[in-house]
């Protein structure tokens, strides 16, 4: 019954690799959770600095690396890289602005 449940919310384990795959097309409770809860959770406890009460996921040469081996396309993170390198007055918000617009447009989503 639980099974039934998640493949019906449609997240998918990729059972090589042990990451969590989500489909473009979410389940509309997925999304509100997306939009509404994760997001804004990320933004201020993740992505925002240390100095503000957040982790600073980017703030670091090697949190931005780490972050950036999330994305698992090498040509992806070479390209994101380089261009947070060139930005370094950043903040994290705006190099996860950048990754996402990247990302976007390598896969053409919405």
């Given at each position: 019954?639980?099974?039934?449940?998640?493949?019906?919310?449609?997240?998918?384990?990729?059972?090589?690799?042990?990451?969590?795959?989500?489909?473009?097309?979410?389940?509309?409770?997925?999304?509100?959770?997306?939009?509404?809860?994760?997001?804004?959770?990320?933004?201020?406890?993740?992505?925002?600095?240390?100095?503000?009460?957040?982790?600073?996921?980017?703030?670091?040469?090697?949190?931005?690396?780490?972050?950036?081996?999330?994305?698992?396309?090498e040509s992806?993170?070479?390209?994101?890289?380089?261009?947070?390198?060139?930005?370094?007055?950043?903040?994290?918000?705006?190099?996860?602005?950048?990754?996402?617009?990247?990302?976007?447009?390598?896969?053409?989503?919405?």
């Amino acid at each position: 019954m639980r099974s039934a449940v998640a493949e019906y919310l449609n997240p998918k384990l990729n059972a090589a690799t042990g990451r969590l795959t989500v489909g473009r097309d979410l389940h509309p409770s997925m999304e509100k959770a997306l939009t509404q809860e994760l997001h804004p959770f990320f933004k201020k406890s993740i992505l925002a600095p240390e100095a503000d009460g957040g982790f600073g996921m980017t703030d670091t040469p090697e949190r931005r690396e780490k972050m950036l081996g999330l994305l698992g396309d090498e040509s992806l993170q070479a390209k994101v890289a380089a261009k947070w390198e060139r930005h370094t007055e950043w903040t994290g918000m705006q190099r996860w602005e950048h990754m996402t617009k990247e990302i976007q447009a390598q896969y053409k989503m919405r």
